[in-house]
């Protein structure tokens, strides 16, 4: 089994875009981060 835990393992980085939050703010609406397609990820 492969083990999720020890140096190897790249952490998930945040979309800095929409800060991890995979929705983006644009005036009064809110809508789906393009870059991340709205998983919050990079």
Do not use: I, W, Y
């Amino acid at each position: 089994m492969a083990n999720e835990k020890g140096p190897n393992v790249k952490k998930k980085q945040k979309c800095k875009n929409c800060e991890g939050k995979g929705t983006l703010k644009k005036g009064d609406k809110v809508v789906t981060c393009q870059r991340c397609k709205g998983t919050g990820l990079r």
